[in-house]
Every structure is written in C-alpha cells, then in structure tokens.
C-alpha cells in the first residue's frame, strides 16, 4: 500500500539547510526498509553550496519502513517495480526549486539507486549526475540510456546484500556503454566508506565545474 500522498505524490521529505548561494542540490533516495532520515548521515559528502532533499518512498515494506518497489524486494526487481515510484519521483523533480543553470544530483542508496537507474532508463528524469551507493543495476535496464551521464559508484568490498562482483560487472556495463564512471571501493560492509564520502563530495564539485564551464 502507498505510504501517503495523493496521486502518488511524494510529500513526506527531509532536508537540509539551504545554503546561500546554492551551488547544487542532492536529492537522497533511501534504500529498502529505509526512510527519508536514513542518508542524513552523508550530509558529510556533499560539495560546499550544496544542500539535500530526502523523499520518503510511495510503499511500505514488509519487514518495516518503506521501499520504491510496488512489489516484495528481490535482489532482481525489474524497472517495472518501480514505474509508480518514478512516476511520483519524477513528479517530485519537476517540483523542486532549481535552476537550469544549477546542477542537481540523484544520490541512490541500494535499492534508491534501482529506481534512479529505472527512472532514468525510462527517459522520466535526466539529472546532472548519479551516485550509486551500495547499489544496483536492474538487469532489464539498457545502459545505452545512462551514455554520457557522470556517474559516481560507491561500493563496500565486504558487502553482503549487493555483491562486489555484482556491483563491477554492472559498471563494467555502463563504462561500455558510454557513461562517464567514478568508481570508489572501500573496506566496508553495505554501508559508504569514509574514502567514498569523500569521493562523492569531490564528484559534486566536479559536477558543478562542469555545469559551470
């Protein structure tokens, strides 16, 4: 069942304080079982001048929380399970308060990253940049449709739940096919490594030079 908002409408959101002047906008797209508070915490790895914007997902999940998937969460959910999540997702873009000229960033934590990478392939959003953490690529998803997009990967080499080898083989696929990678492993277990924070807040400000340029 949808958590909450009309129409699928994403109106349950955390964010943090908005600098001034903006430079860029983050929007953190939890994982399974999570909520709109659980990236808080990598607040740490955005670019200076950037602030966040943190929805809360459409449906519950069984075991607690929420998730973006319309259907229980399998390692392999096809981008079909999230078509009503991008749909409110991309309805949620469309409303925020940004410029052409500011760049603005999709942040997907495990299954956060599933949907932005549905969304995307489905041509519902283009966002100035990706970052995956602890992610994956639904296998469904044509990697054709993430050619020329900067894309920051973070992945633990100890992950249990998305595999290291599942998270190389799907980056693999996207440098083939055209996407701009930044690939960062740390020693941890599903969970962004101190070094990939702070790979990330280097990847925003890179993001910002380019729009910029």
Not at 114 to 134: K, Y
Not at 166 to 195: I, M
Not at 203 to 211: S, Y
Request: charged content about 20%.
């Amino acid at each position: 069942m949808p958590s909450g908002g009309a129409e699928g409408r994403l109106t349950i959101v955390s964010e943090s304080p908005r600098p001034q002047p903006t430079h860029g906008l983050a929007v953190f797209l939890h994982g399974w079982t999570g909520d709109e508070h659980s990236m808080d915490v990598l607040d740490a790895g955005l670019a200076p001048g950037w602030w966040r914007r943190s929805p809360r997902a459409p449906f519950r999940a069984a075991p607690g929380g929420f998730s973006w998937s319309s259907e229980p969460e399998p390692a392999g959910a096809s981008p079909q399970a999230f078509r009503s999540a991008s749909i409110a997702l991309r309805g949620f873009v469309e409303r925020l308060e940004k410029t052409d000229a500011t760049p603005w960033a999709l942040v997907g934590f495990s299954q956060g990253s599933a949907l932005a990478f549905s969304a995307i392939a489905a041509g519902m959003i283009r966002p100035s940049g990706l970052a995956v953490l602890s992610g994956w690529m639904p296998a469904q998803v044509e990697p054709s449709a993430l050619a020329g997009l900067p894309i920051f990967w973070s992945h633990g080499m100890r992950d249990a739940l998305v595999s290291l080898d599942r998270a190389r083989a799907d980056v693999r696929r996207l440098d083939q096919a055209g996407a701009q990678l930044t690939y960062c492993e740390a020693d941890v277990g599903h969970k962004v490594g101190l070094p990939c924070v702070r790979g990330m807040r280097a990847w925003l400000m890179h993001l910002e030079q380019n729009a910029g340029a």
